[in-house]
Each structure stands twice: as C-alpha cells, then as structure tokens.
C-alpha cells in the first residue's frame, strides 16, 4: 500500500504558477501508474492528470491540457503537478493516489486561484 502527502498549495492569482509534490512512502511505488485528482467545493472528485510507472507516458484531462504538467521521481518517491496559467476554476483540493486509485487517500492540498 502506497501512503501519500501531498504539499505545495496555496494562493494564487489568476495566470500565476504553482508546483505541487506528493511524497509516496510504500514499496509499490514505482510499479504503480500515479495521478492527480482535484475536488472543488460541491462537486465530485475529478481525474487532473496521469503518469505511468516510468514516467514516460502522460494523459490529462481536457481543461488543463497545455497548462499543466505531471511528472515522477522514483528515486524520491514523489509524484509532481506544474500548474501555469492558473485560471479561478481551478480552486479546488488536490489530491494525489495510484491509478486506478486505492481506498486510501491523503489530506491534499489546497489550492485557491484569485480573479
């Protein structure tokens, strides 16, 4: 089982840029595809992006295509988001898991863009 921490939120304004780390403790990490899930305010928990076990393959979901960049140091363990061109409608909670994901989630990471 993989146990995951994820950092790096916080505020920021519209077009601004933050970077987000989840630290993955486990022995699966590697053989595991990871992913980036968000939840906003009232709405479900939706897929961001996702990476395969080497890293080389990549998939994200239409509204942060372009923007958004997932990447993975199995050295470290950790799984990371780039986000520029932050827009207001992607104020929401960001989690990180295994894809397909497991039971377990993290606590997230805020993150709250500004007009």
């Known amino acids: 089982q993989v146990q995951l921490v994820e950092s790096g939120g916080g505020l920021v304004q519209a077009g601004g840029s933050l970077r987000l780390s989840c630290a993955a403790s486990g022995r699966t990490f590697s053989k595991s595809h990871m992913a980036w899930f968000r939840q906003a305010p009232g709405k479900e928990r939706d897929l961001v992006a996702l990476?395969?076990?080497?890293?080389?393959?990549?998939v994200y979901t239409d509204s942060v295509r372009g923007r958004f960049t997932i990447s993975r140091d199995n050295a470290r363990n950790v799984v990371y988001l780039q986000m520029n061109s932050l827009k207001p409608e992607d104020t929401a909670v960001y989690y990180c898991n295994s894809y397909p994901p497991e039971d377990y989630w993290g606590q997230g990471t805020q993150v709250t863009v500004s007009e």
């Open positions: 990476i395969n076990t080497s890293g080389g393959g990549t």
